[in-house]
């Protein structure tokens, strides 16, 4: 099972199972978090609430975001130079995914400075035409972060140290 934690205001939008208050994530990355990005055609922004990797997605079908979520993960884990059985245990994993409020104002916080970065790399792109989300969410999971500050500093280095200790026999510790 995966956790989506989404603002409000996205939640109002897509369609899915609530997270009841005792569900937990069981994949390797735990919860993620997401928030809707008011762009003149809206998209949602995911942030993962163990390593701060960000992936950008279309907003459409809002309906059938929830069933997208898998592929959408394994697709920028892939990006990111995952190996092969980490995507697809990912991406099979949270058969079902359950929606449910943010919990964590640091995740959040974290969300909103790659919102307003996303917002300023696509203007420098020449807008929404020429953006390729692919390439702004790898960009993005290679910005400092001030909650890894006293880790690994960046997203993407934070999700290969942390899938590094896994496949080193460390387990995945659950998120506090």
Not at 79 to 95: F, K, M, N, T
Not at 120 to 140: H, P, V, Y
Request: aromatic share 4%; charged share 25%; glycine share 8%.
């Amino acid at each position: 099972m995966l956790i989506l934690r989404a603002t409000k205001k996205l939640r109002d939008k897509v369609c899915g199972v609530p997270a009841g208050p005792d569900d937990a994530s069981t994949t390797v990355l735990g919860d993620w978090y997401a928030n809707l990005l008011a762009w003149r055609r809206p998209h949602v922004i995911l942030v993962n609430a163990r390593t701060l990797v960000p992936v950008i997605t279309p907003l459409a079908p809002a309906r059938s975001l929830a069933e997208r979520l898998p592929d959408v993960i394994a697709d920028a884990l892939v990006a990111l130079g995952v190996a092969q059985s980490v995507v697809d245990a990912e991406r099979e994993h949270p058969r079902e995914v359950r929606i449910g409020p943010t919990v964590d104002r640091s995740v959040v916080g974290s969300m909103n400075d790659f919102i307003f970065l996303a917002g300023n790399r696509r203007d420098d792109a020449g807008g929404l035409d020429a953006l390729d989300l692919g390439e702004l969410s790898k960009r993005l999971a290679h910005v400092p972060c001030g909650p890894l500050y006293k880790s690994h500093t960046f997203p993407d280095a934070e999700l290969h140290a942390f899938l590094a200790s896994l496949a080193d026999g460390g387990e995945a510790q659950p998120e506090t």
